[in-house]
């Protein structure tokens, strides 16, 4: 069976939603080479079909809606070495797919429910319609492998109130429901049994009007519909404060400190500290680095930096060894390059952001 399924669902007034879902339910639909290049032309073929009015963006299983870029795939083309342009070829097409989805002209709805990480952000945040329900786990956890949140985090993390981006890409903290609508990363929180309610109400609109609009409409009547399944609570948004004062500091150094030299019982904290004590100190770096670099770049511009740096942190053991320590031999034991943040040296950290080619392979975009 494919690892996409796309079905064509006519609707009452003689037009056409498109369901494309992703149909890996073993992997937690993590996102391979394949499902990109099967996707893409079919989004581009929808974008100039005037018969397809919306576009429903899913996945097979509840557990996930998508938990990430298949990293382990990707670890084995680096380590066998046979096929060194992997990289750049894995990320140029995942980096296409979701500059499409973020410039489509027709309405996407990305139903966001379960564990929605890495590159399933990367899918979720171009959609023109974000849902999430009760059971969506959102988070950016790249530190923990030795990359840094790419497919568009660039972007969207330096767009979250204060720092919250800047805490979230060092600790890879969990996003739930109410805390991806205060920080922007979904517009609707809908009940997680109402997806079949939602597609019988897709194909019964009348789409003689403006799509986005129509669609708008439907989901704002099936979030009023789901105000007893959600919780209000935000432990994002309550510990705000906080997150404001521990990353209010002149060095990543002074920020290692203040982190390391915490004190608390409160469970939230407890894990931000547990990771980012944890994760890459070289990634540390790389993300707050990549987020200062990218505050003022367009959505094309931060796409392409993204890329040179994503192939640049393919050609260092940081990345390899990550997803080894983590999802290969899963010791969780990783050996670092530098074994501190303050040991990371800027001319090493300088050279994750050359370019390796003199014309970036999305110059085209």
């Not at 019964?204 to 704002?220: C, E, F, H, Q, Y």
């Not at 740096?309 to 320590?325: D, F, M, T």
Request: net charge negative.
């Amino acid at each position: 069976m494919s690892c996409v399924l796309f079905n064509e669902h006519a609707t009452l007034d003689g037009n056409l939603v498109l369901e494309i879902s992703l149909n890996s339910e073993r992997s937690l639909n993590a996102l391979t080479l394949e499902m990109i290049q099967l996707i893409e032309p079919r989004l581009t073929a929808a974008a100039s079909d005037h018969r397809v009015k919306a576009i429903v963006l899913t996945s097979a299983g509840e557990k996930a809606f998508c938990a990430g870029g298949d990293v382990v795939g990707l670890y084995k083309y680096i380590t066998a070495g046979d096929q060194p342009d992997f990289p750049e070829q894995y990320f140029t097409s995942e980096y296409r797919l979701d500059y499409l989805i973020h410039t489509h002209p027709k309405p996407i709805i990305c139903w966001g429910s379960g564990i929605v990480m890495g590159g399933g952000m990367g899918l979720m945040n171009g959609c023109s319609h974000r849902i999430v329900t009760q059971t969506s786990h959102l988070a950016m956890p790249e530190v923990t492998i030795g990359l840094y949140p790419d497919v568009g985090g660039s972007f969207f993390l330096n767009r979250m109130p204060g720092r919250t981006g800047l805490f979230l890409g060092l600790t890879g903290n969990p996003i739930y429901a109410a805390d991806a609508l205060f920080l922007g990363l979904a517009d609707r929180f809908i009940d997680a049994n109402k997806f079949d309610v939602m597609m019988t109400r897709l194909l019964a609109n009348d789409w003689s009007g403006d799509a986005n609009i129509l669609v708008t409409k439907m989901l704002r009547e099936l979030e009023h519909e789901s105000v007893e399944s959600f919780r209000a609570d935000s432990p994002i948004q309550d510990h705000y404060e906080f997150i404001q004062c521990i990353t209010d500091q002149d060095s990543l150094a002074d920020l290692m400190q203040e982190m390391e030299e915490l004190e608390s019982e409160d469970p939230w904290i407890i894990r931000s500290k547990k990771a980012i004590t944890h994760g890459s100190p070289l990634s540390i770096h790389i993300i707050a680095e990549q987020l200062e670099r990218s505050r003022h770049l367009s959505l094309k511009e931060v796409f392409m930096a993204e890329l040179a740096l994503s192939v640049q942190c393919c050609n260092n053991r940081e990345l390899p060894e990550g997803i080894r320590a983590l999802l290969i031999d899963k010791d969780g034991n990783p050996d670092w390059t530098f074994k501190a943040v303050r040991d990371v040296d800027s001319d090493f950290l300088e050279t994750f952001f050359k370019s390796p080619w003199e014309e970036n392979p999305l110059t085209s975009l």
